[in-house]
């Protein structure tokens, strides 16, 4: 029988043995899906019940945003799935696949009931008080989920308060690491499985090594039960290990990967992009939607910025063609950021379909943005203050507290820790002006329904004190859509209402910047995202099983 062609063919025949090296750009604390977010290390040895379509072409979509549409999926534990009635959503497991061999779990068959016991024992299903599982992030947006059942050894039905489809896959298979599925038996014998000792999943790597703050080491799974959609016969994954270098060091990492000792990065930042292109052109670049961009966030609901002249003169007070230029050396679009990032195409509302009188507002003219000053009773401007987490870009803050003083805003940049920052802003909400951090409220290119709740009334994230029943409205609309273009209507006309109500002062959204060695073979760009530091699906044990290295081009 004659081989059909296929978009992957120029990819080349997958090759077996080596190890793949990838930078780790912070610290692995935590190894329990219900006790942290550090998603990207999960996927080694953890799965979920879906996955990335690995044939997709990339033509159709490629992967590359955090966020990978619902209809672009594929089955993993799950071979299938169907809404049978209203919020009702059944996910038909495959059969055959086993627990890794490793006491508690000895390589015992994988049923419904350890579906079961994962969401119990994240939502607190079955619980006497009723108390939630320890990552409170993931359970609040699992708050419209009732049950969690198996109906058969091998079929779990999940029944939901709302109706809309598109919501609920959302939930459960985009947000990350609420998804990846420990093994119970471990969980019962430990009581968590925090300690990476007691890392067992069904994934296609074995946890063998951990060195906090250094690195962690994974084996192949050699009873791993899943095989390479794009070549079926063959058994992943292709390489024996891999290694993760905790690396937080930009400059350190890169210096690694000029000498060959990693074979993947991501996350780094235009300038370090531009240096390594110079230094080692041989080295393949991703370039992919960033992360969220830098924003300017005030409270809504104090002097001045309850008054919408004030936040309209300060977004008109920056010059966003010129921070393109002088800043981002023209690697990014100069467009302002929007609620839904502008990378996807079918939720957002693109700069391109914006009515002028909209787009005014978000153009520079330090004229108007003194007049609108003046009108909201600040002709002389005022004095503020931003408290700024230290991971943001301080160079970027600069230039704009330089744009705000030539309309006679005077902004004082108060910097803060992390863990101090998350408690100040986000937690206890002291701040009293303007508040900022790397992860700001616009840009998102993640489960899009989902970011309805960012500006909504009560939420942790709307630090920027948003109340405003306009907008409280969308998220209810999106959980009773009941096709893919409703939600759509939702999203694009929640777009344009946080664009026109000017909550937040809007910059650029960046580019990242992904690097492989050109021995790494099989991917088609969608690592960019694959493991996502702190966000996104978090797959790197779904690509990185089937990822493979050329090892004759190494050689060389």
Request: glycine fraction near 6%; hydrophobic fraction near 35%.
């Given at each position: 029988?004659?081989?059909?062609?296929?978009?992957?063919?120029?990819?080349?025949?997958?090759?077996?043995?080596?190890?793949?090296?990838?930078?780790?750009?912070?610290?692995?604390?935590?190894?329990?899906?219900?006790?942290?977010?550090?998603?990207?290390?999960?996927?080694?040895?953890?799965?979920?019940?879906?996955?990335?379509?690995?044939?997709?072409?990339?033509?159709?979509?490629?992967?590359?945003?955090?966020?990978?549409?619902?209809?672009?999926?594929?089955?993993?534990?799950?071979?299938?799935?169907?809404?049978?009635?209203?919020?009702?959503?059944?996910?038909?497991?495959?059969?055959?696949?086993?627990?890794?061999?490793?006491?508690?779990?000895?390589?015992?068959?994988?049923?419904?009931?350890?579906?079961?016991?994962?969401?119990?024992?994240?939502?607190?299903?079955?619980?006497?008080?009723?108390?939630?599982?320890?990552?409170?992030?993931?359970?609040?947006?699992?708050?419209?989920?009732?049950?969690?059942?198996?109906?058969?050894?091998?079929?779990?039905?999940?029944?939901?308060?709302?109706?809309?489809?598109?919501?609920?896959?959302?939930?459960?298979?985009?947000?990350?690491?609420?998804?990846?599925?420990?093994?119970?038996?471990?969980?019962?014998?430990?009581?968590?499985?925090?300690?990476?000792?007691?890392?067992?999943?069904?994934?296609?790597?074995?946890?063998?090594?951990?060195?906090?703050?250094?690195?962690?080491?994974?084996?192949?799974?050699?009873?791993?039960?899943?095989?390479?959609?794009?070549?079926p016969l063959n058994q992943l994954p292709y390489v024996d290990a891999v290694k993760f270098l905790i690396v937080p060091d930009e400059a350190g990492a890169l210096d690694l990967m000029c000498a060959g000792k990693i074979d993947l990065i991501d996350q780094i930042s235009p300038?370090?992009?531009?240096?390594?292109?110079?230094?080692?052109?041989?080295?393949?670049?991703?370039?992919?939607?960033?992360?969220?961009?830098?924003?300017?966030?005030?409270?809504?609901?104090?002097?001045?910025?309850?008054?919408?002249?004030?936040?309209?003169?300060?977004?008109?007070?920056?010059?966003?063609?010129?921070?393109?230029?002088?800043?981002?050396?023209?690697?990014?679009?100069?467009?302002?950021?929007?609620?839904?990032?502008?990378?996807?195409?079918?939720?957002?509302?693109?700069?391109?379909?914006?009515?002028?009188?909209?787009?005014?507002?978000?153009?520079?003219?330090?004229?108007?943005?003194?007049?609108?000053?003046?009108?909201?009773?600040?002709?002389?401007?005022?004095?503020?203050?931003?408290?700024?987490?230290?991971?943001?870009?301080?160079?970027?803050?600069?230039?704009?507290?330089?744009?705000?003083?030539?309309?006679?805003?005077?902004?004082?940049?108060?910097?803060?820790?992390?863990?101090?920052?998350?408690?100040?802003?986000?937690?206890?909400?002291?701040?009293?002006?303007?508040?900022?951090?790397?992860?700001?409220?616009?840009?998102?290119?993640?489960?899009?329904?989902?970011?309805?709740?960012?500006?909504?009334?009560?939420?942790?994230?709307?630090?920027?004190?948003?109340?405003?029943?306009?907008?409280?409205?969308?998220?209810?609309?999106?959980?009773?859509?009941?096709?893919?273009?409703?939600?759509?209507?939702?999203?694009?006309?929640?777009?344009?209402?946080?664009?026109?109500?000017?909550?937040?002062?809007?910059?650029?959204?960046?580019?990242?910047?992904?690097?492989?060695?050109?021995?790494?073979?099989?991917?088609?760009?969608?690592?960019?995202?694959?493991?996502?530091?702190?966000?996104?699906?978090?797959?790197?044990?779904?690509?990185?099983?089937?990822?493979?290295?050329?090892?004759?081009?190494?050689?060389?």
């Open positions: 029988m004659e081989k059909k062609n296929t978009w992957w063919d120029n990819l080349g025949e997958p090759q077996y043995g080596g190890e793949i090296v990838v930078r780790a750009n912070s610290n692995i604390v935590d190894f329990d899906p219900c006790a942290t977010q550090l998603a990207y290390i999960f996927s080694t040895w953890m799965e979920k019940l879906a996955a990335d379509d690995w044939t997709l072409d990339p033509e159709i979509f490629d992967f590359k945003p955090h966020w990978h549409p619902s209809r672009y999926m594929s089955g993993q534990l799950a071979e299938s799935w169907e809404f049978t009635g209203p919020g009702a959503y059944i996910m038909h497991l495959r059969k055959g696949i086993r627990w890794q061999n490793i006491p508690p779990a000895n390589g015992r068959e994988f049923i419904a009931d350890d579906v079961v016991f994962h969401y119990n024992r994240l939502c607190g299903f079955g619980q006497s008080d009723k108390k939630r599982g320890p990552l409170q992030t993931a359970v609040t947006r699992f708050q419209d989920l009732i049950s969690v059942t198996a109906s058969d050894k091998f079929t779990v039905v999940f029944q939901w308060k709302i109706t809309s489809e598109e919501t609920i896959m959302e939930t459960l298979h985009q947000i990350s690491p609420a998804a990846y599925l420990e093994n119970p038996e471990a969980v019962r014998k430990w009581g968590d499985v925090r300690d990476w000792r007691h890392a067992i999943g069904t994934g296609p790597f074995i946890l063998k090594h951990f060195i906090p703050g250094e690195s962690a080491f994974l084996v192949k799974n050699p009873d791993y039960w899943g095989h390479d959609e794009r070549h300038l370090g992009a531009q240096a390594l292109r110079k230094t080692n052109p041989e080295i393949i670049q991703i370039t992919h939607p960033g992360a969220n961009p830098v924003t300017i966030d005030p409270r809504n609901d104090v002097k001045p910025f309850n008054d919408i002249r004030v936040r309209k003169a300060m977004q008109m007070a920056i010059d966003l063609p010129s921070i393109v230029r002088e800043y981002y050396h023209n690697t990014v679009e100069p467009y302002p950021a929007t609620f839904t990032t502008r990378y996807m195409r079918e939720w957002g509302f693109r700069w391109e379909d914006w009515p002028q009188d909209l787009k005014d507002e978000y153009t520079y003219n330090p004229q108007a943005s003194k007049k609108l000053l003046a009108e909201a009773g600040y002709p002389y401007g005022f004095k503020t203050n931003i408290v700024a987490h230290t991971s943001g870009e301080f160079p970027l803050l600069q230039i704009v507290k330089f744009y705000f003083k030539a309309v006679g805003i005077d902004m004082e940049i108060r910097p803060m820790e992390n863990d101090d920052w998350i408690i100040f802003v986000m937690i206890n909400h002291k701040h009293d002006q303007l508040a900022y951090h790397a992860g700001g409220p616009l840009g998102h290119n993640s489960s899009p329904t989902h970011d309805l709740r960012i500006f909504q009334k009560g939420s942790r994230a709307n630090y920027n004190m948003v109340d405003d029943p306009v907008f409280n409205a969308f998220l209810p609309r999106a959980e009773k859509a009941t096709d893919f273009a409703e939600i759509q209507k939702v999203m694009r006309d929640a777009n344009e209402y946080v664009a026109r109500q000017h909550y937040t002062i809007s910059l650029i959204q960046p580019m990242a910047y992904s690097f492989c060695q050109p021995w790494l073979k099989g991917y088609n760009a969608q690592f960019g995202s694959a493991w996502a530091h702190g966000g996104g699906p978090g797959m790197s044990g779904f690509y990185l099983s089937r990822f493979w290295i050329d090892q004759k081009v190494k050689k060389n």
